[in-house]
Structures are given as structure tokens and as C-alpha cells.
T-cell receptor, first 113, second 116 residues
Framework: KQEVTQIPAALSVPEGENLVLNCSFTDSAIYNLQWFRQDPGKGLTSLLLIQSSQREQTSGRLNASLDKSSGRSTLYIAASQPGDSATYLCAVRLAGGSYIPTFGRGTSLIVHP | GAGVSQSPSNKVTEKGKYVELRCDPISGHTALYWYRQSLGQGPEFLIYFQGTGAADDSGLPNDRFFAVRPEGSVSTLKIQRTERGDSAVYLC??????????????FGPGTRLTVL
């Protein structure tokens, strides 16, 4: 059974810092990995989707990398802003199966001015 | 265009009652997922539809939970004889199709279910 772990569980940083959020998974036979953002009381917003054949994806200040062999992905946030405060979740889908995603518990990020 | 919508946004019910939660996916999306999210947890998969059929219902916790998608668009999650442990946020997501490069899931805002 795929297990997804996110470290750290919570993070509080001053504005302007560069951040790294970690996601690890136990089964490397994945189809893709997706990073989401969730604001309090809201649904999830997709940030980046990395297919198993890709190494990284970038969108604005966000960069996500994938190392399948080691079962890891990182989400890099450059020049953090208070508006980045949210919970960040990663979700992994296994290849060759029903493509059902397994989510981590998320990293709760607070960026203070 | 419109995103995934869910209704109601909040539902408070008493133990033992029946509830229905509705999801309207993005138009043209053939795949639809239901998840349950408890406080401090990531979303937990419940059921997945491809078109009108339930392609995978392995996440439904027991036979009190049932979901339908009769016309391949709107879906309803039904919970019978609700229990306090059913209290959670129920999320719906849709995607264009399974197994394609465009298969990004788009989530609705969720329905917060509270069972008293």
C-alpha cells in the first residue's frame, strides 16, 4: 500500500524566505505526482503536476522536482509571501492501477510579514 | 469557465439520518472522484467514476455509503444512518479523463458534514 509522508508538518517563516517542502512515498512505481494548495475551509487547488517521466515542473515562484528512484518530491517556493500561507498537499498515483491518488497529510505553512 | 461546485456547503444532521451531497463537475470532465477529509488529514479516497459507472469504489468505508452518477455528469454521495464518525469535509474532484497528460484533478470547495 502506498504511503505518502510530508515533512515538515508545519512551518512558519518570515516573508521573503525560500522554502522547501518535502514529500516522500513508499512505492516508486508511480504514474504521476501532484502538489496542491488548500486554504482554510476551501477545496484543493492544483499547483503542479509531474508525470513519472519528468524530473521537474515550474510555475512562477514554484518549482517541484521528482526523484522516483528515491521516492521523493520537493516543492520549492521562492521569495515567500504572506499570501502563500496555506496547507500544501502532495498526492501520488500508482502506475498500472486505477490511478487513485494517495495524499499526504500536508504541510501547514505560515508566512508572516 | 465554471469550476467544480458542491452543495450544500455545510450540512448539520442528527445521528441516524440520511444525507445526500451533490457534486457538479466541470463540463466535459469524464472522471469524477469523491474524497473525505478529516481535520488535520489529507483527503481519503472514497469512489471514482469514469463516465456513468463506478470504476473503483474500494474507498467506501461500509455499505452505508453509496454514490451515483446516472448521466455521467452530476454525482450524488448518499450516506444512510449517519454516525458521528462520518463528520468530515467531503470533497469532489473531476478531471478530463483518466490516464492522459491533461489528467489534473480540479476540486470543489467541499461539503462540511457535521453529525450530532
Amino acid at each position: 500500500k502506498q504511503e505518502v509522508t510530508q515533512i515538515p508538518a508545519a512551518l512558519s517563516v518570515p516573508e521573503g524566505e525560500n522554502l522547501v517542502l518535502n514529500c516522500s512515498f513508499t512505492d516508486s512505481a508511480i504514474y504521476n505526482l501532484q502538489w496542491f494548495r488548500q486554504d482554510p475551509g476551501k477545496g484543493l487547488t492544483s499547483l503542479l503536476l509531474i508525470q513519472s517521466s519528468q524530473r521537474e515542473q515550474t510555475s512562477g515562484r514554484l518549482n517541484a522536482s521528482l526523484d522516483k528512484s528515491s521516492g521523493r518530491s520537493t516543492l520549492y517556493i521562492a521569495a515567500s509571501q504572506p499570501g502563500d500561507s496555506a496547507t500544501y498537499l502532495c498526492a501520488v498515483r500508482l502506475a498500472g492501477g486505477s490511478y487513485i491518488p494517495t495524499f499526504g497529510r500536508g504541510t501547514s505553512l505560515i508566512v508572516h510579514p | 469557465g465554471a469550476g467544480v461546485s458542491q452543495s450544500p456547503s455545510n450540512k448539520v444532521t442528527e445521528k441516524g439520518k440520511y444525507v445526500e451531497l451533490r457534486c457538479d463537475p466541470i463540463s466535459g470532465h469524464t472522471a469524477l472522484y469523491w474524497y473525505r477529509q478529516s481535520l488535520g488529514q489529507g483527503p481519503e479516497f472514497l469512489i471514482y467514476f469514469q463516465g456513468t459507472g463506478a470504476a473503483d469504489d474500494s474507498g467506501l468505508p461500509n455499505d452505508r455509503f453509496f454514490a451515483v452518477r446516472p448521466e455521467g455528469s452530476v454525482s450524488t454521495l448518499k450516506i444512510q444512518r449517519t454516525e458521528r464518525g462520518d463528520s468530515a469535509v467531503y470533497l469532489c474532484a473531476s478531471s478530463y479523463q483518466r490516464g492522459s497528460l491533461t489528467d489534473t484533478q480540479y476540486f470543489g470547495p467541499g461539503t462540511r458534514l457535521t453529525v450530532l
